[in-house]
């Protein structure tokens, strides 16, 4: 069973740095794309940041000068760091992996953390 767990949450001022980490574990092959959503309750669930494999990076408009995503090279590890976070960046930030293959053989559509949520107030 392949299992995604996200870490790094936290209450921050506006204008400070957070920095989330993602690992997806489960004796898998490999991971097609990595990314990181965010949720504000009584909204849809948006896309913050994603990889496709290791350097295929896509950024929503919102964050792109602020955030940076990272994945290293052949690693099931996502990163993102967040700079002059604002208050609109409050959310529960969920990490999702996609198009999963196990060495077993099985293959996974996409695996969804629990979330982590990020406060930004002063």
């Known amino acids: 069973q392949v299992q995604v767990v996200e870490s790094g949450g936290g209450s921050v001022q506006p204008g400070g740095s957070l920095r989330l980490s993602c690992e997806a574990s489960?004796?898998?092959?490999?991971?097609?794309?990595m990314g990181w959503y965010r949720q504000v309750a009584g909204k849809e669930r948006e896309l913050v940041a994603s990889?496709?494999?290791?350097?295929?990076?896509q950024y929503a408009d919102s964050v792109k000068e602020r955030f940076k995503v990272s994945r290293p090279y052949a690693k099931n590890t996502l990163y993102l760091q967040m700079n002059d976070l604002k208050p609109e960046d409050t959310a529960v930030y969920y990490c999702?992996?996609?198009?999963?293959?196990?060495?077993?053989?099985?293959?996974?559509?996409?695996?969804w953390g629990q979330g982590t949520l990020v406060t930004v107030s002063s």
């Open positions: 999702v992996a996609q198009d999963i293959y196990r060495i077993a053989g099985d293959r996974y559509d996409e695996v």
């Open positions: 489960g004796s898998i092959f490999s991971v097609e794309v």
């Open positions: 990889v496709r494999r290791w350097e295929e990076t």
